[in-house]
């Protein structure tokens, strides 16, 4: 442990109480949201205390999505939520977990660098943690630090010690914790209860850390009795606790924080004043297109992890349904998503014309052979009959696929992901993923991470880039985020090309191979495809280009077919996906 240091950061800590997944996520990157908007150079940092590494390996349907960062790290979904509040890249360093402490001072302990010492919990895994925690708020005025899981567990109990010890070497005025508590109303009572709020207090407590904020999460609003009761549980200043009912929409909460002046708050407990007037009305006005649109477009999604039911399905795919809700805000209007399961068209294959009362259809990325018949015949379908249609990743793959077995004629076309023998594979491990994976274990055979496109001049991807202002012209380069082992074969390229395939992007190897990035049709309402993850990349006041385009031909589609929309039904679906 060190002395004293000069630190000019503010860190925000925030912690739960009483139950997960009541919204800790959406807390910090509303609090990073209102510190941007008031100028401040503002971070986010995500404690994991699991022992997994990364989230790479985590099953989708028991933890969420995989996020992937601009650097290549497979990180927890959290950090997505907060990129998309924020509106900046966030690198996997931000990411801390339980694995990478152990595993990096027990590298260090082989290697001999504690020169015989005895390696303890105390000094040397706070030590780490600590380190880590500074260096990913380097360079930054406000450092917010969500700490996962429940104040009491015992897994979380180092990250706390260790942002304790923080804040004695830093000094108390640079740190302000935040509790995120739930108040349950049981059926029988019909009653808001804050014993379990009170009990989360004393839990913190124990660790040496009175909270100066309490986010009170509930159905409904706090009401007077209940917040007496708390101010005198945790001698809190009253104007501190904030109230967090159920929203419709994650992107209602730092309106609702800025309502209550939580930001200046905050302001005031670290001693700063704006940099900068904050104007929340582009904000605002997304808002209110999600939370009350005059129109809806009913976007389906052909889905595989539907067998674990819809939460988990909807979880599985959170960044694509956030895409297509920031481009409906974009364009003005309300998305549903419909959820198809793919195996569905497998067994009842006259059940695809379902896919005629979808707007549009969006088939997601994933991985393994479940449900991919189904998948290439809804491709097959919305090709055939103009229903505008978005693949990612796999679905680029499953496109091409398609494409050569249905127009090249190339009818036992495949991915070698799901039919190693295939003499067509058109989908295939070039030779550098190979040799990866001959050589090394399953994560590091993905290509992962940001690259750049080269896009064609005049296609529907590059003027849609274009409109989004994410085009560099001088260069004609986009750069998206990827999560995948398998690329297009470039033997088959041409031919798909003479038979009216656009390849719309590439990225160029270092060995001069080109690796396809984009397809497009033309003389179709709208087909588009990459073997990115666009998704990575929409924030809620910056959508994804393609996105923005499948939401402008599902509008358009609409239109067409003056389809009536039942706000009610639009309504319940939006809370379900929440
Ligand atoms: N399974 C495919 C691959 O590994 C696609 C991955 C994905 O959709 N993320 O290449």
Same mark, same amino acid.
């Given at each position: 442990m060190h002395a004293k240091e000069k630190n000019n950061t503010r860190f925000v800590v925030v912690s739960g109480g009483?139950?997960?997944?009541?919204g800790k996520g959406v807390t910090t990157a509303s609090i990073g949201k209102m510190f941007k908007e008031y100028g401040f150079k503002t971070t986010l940092i995500k404690i994991d205390?699991?022992?997994?590494?990364?989230? $790479? =390996?985590?099953?989708p349907t028991e933890h969420g999505e995989v996020w992937v960062t601009e650097d290549g790290g497979e990180i927890d979904q959290d950090l997505g939520t907060y990129e998309r509040f924020i509106d900046a890249d966030i690198p996997r360093l931000n990411n801390i977990t339980t694995g990478q402490i152990y595993k990096t001072v027990i590298d260090r302990e082989r290697n001999g660098e504690y020169l015989g010492q005895t390696v303890q919990f105390i000094p040397h895994i706070i030590d780490e943690v600590a380190e880590r925690i500074k260096k990913a708020a380097e360079g930054y005025e406000i450092a917010v630090v969500e700490i996962g $899981? =429940?104040?009491?567990d015992y897994e979380n109990a180092p990250f706390l010690y260790a942002l304790k010890f923080l804040e004695r070497d830093l000094g108390a005025r640079s740190f302000a914790h935040v509790l995120v508590t739930y108040l349950p109303v049981p059926n029988h009572i019909g009653e808001m209860k804050t014993k379990p709020t009170q009990q989360a207090i004393r839990l913190l407590s124990e660790h040496g850390v009175v909270p100066d904020f309490i986010v009170c999460r509930s159905e409904s609003a706090l009401d007077s009795v209940r917040h007496k009761k708390i101010v005198e549980c945790a001698h809190?200043?009253?104007?501190?606790?904030i109230s967090a009912p159920n929203a419709h929409?994650?992107?209602e909460i730092p309106l609702m924080f800025q309502e209550q002046r939580f930001g200046e708050k905050l302001l005031s407990h670290f001693d700063l004043s704006p940099l900068k007037n904050a104007d929340w009305s582009d904000w605002q006005e997304r808002v209110h297109h999600i939370v009350s649109p005059q129109k809806v477009v009913r976007i389906g999604m052909i889905g595989k992890y539907i067998d674990s039911g819809n939460y988990s399905l909807t979880d599985s795919y959170l960044s694509v349904c956030h895409a297509l809700m920031h481009a409906g805000a974009e364009c003005k209007v309300g998305v549903e998503v419909v959820w198809i399961d793919a195996k569905k068209f497998e067994q009842e294959?006259?059940?695809?014309?379902?896919?005629?009362?979808?707007d549009a259809v969006v088939v997601p990325g994933g991985f393994g052979s479940q449900g991919i018949e189904g998948k290439i015949s809804a491709i097959s379908y919305v090709r055939a009959n103009n229903i505008p249609f978005l693949g990612l990743c796999y679905g680029f793959q499953l496109a091409v696929v398609e494409y050569a077995r249905?127009?090249?004629?190339?009818?036992?076309?495949?991915t070698i992901e799901v039919?190693?023998?295939?003499?067509?594979?058109?989908?295939t491990v070039l030779p550098l993923q190979k040799d990866l994976l001959n050589a090394?274990?399953?994560?590091?055979t993905m290509r992962l991470g940001g690259y750049a496109a080269t896009l064609k001049e005049g296609s529907v991807v590059a003027t849609l880039y274009d409109r989004g202002n994410r085009?560099?012209?001088?260069?004609m380069t986009v750069w998206e985020r990827h999560r995948h082992r398998?690329?297009?074969?470039?033997?088959y390229v041409s031919l798909l090309e003479k038979a009216?395939?656009?390849?719309s992007g590439f990225n160029e190897r270092e060995d001069g191979t080109q690796l396809m990035e984009f397809l497009e049709l033309q003389e179709h309402a709208f087909f588009v495809a990459t073997q990115a993850h666009p998704e990575f990349k929409s924030r809620f006041a910056r959508p994804n280009p393609l996105f923005i385009g499948l939401v402008q031909a599902a509008r358009e589609r609409q239109q067409q077919a003056s389809i009536v929309y039942n706000a009610q039904l639009y309504k319940a679906s939006m809370v379900a996906q929440l």
């Open positions: 009483v139950i997960s997944g009541v205390p699991y022992i997994n590494y990364d989230a $790479g =390996t985590l099953r $899981g =429940t104040v009491g809190i200043n009253p104007d501190n606790i929409s994650v992107y294959p006259d059940s695809i014309a379902m896919l005629n009362t979808c249905s127009v090249c004629g190339i009818s036992d076309a495949h039919d190693a023998d295939t003499l067509n594979p058109v989908i090394s274990a399953y994560g590091g085009l560099d012209r001088t260069n398998y690329e297009v074969n470039p033997f009216g395939l656009v390849f």
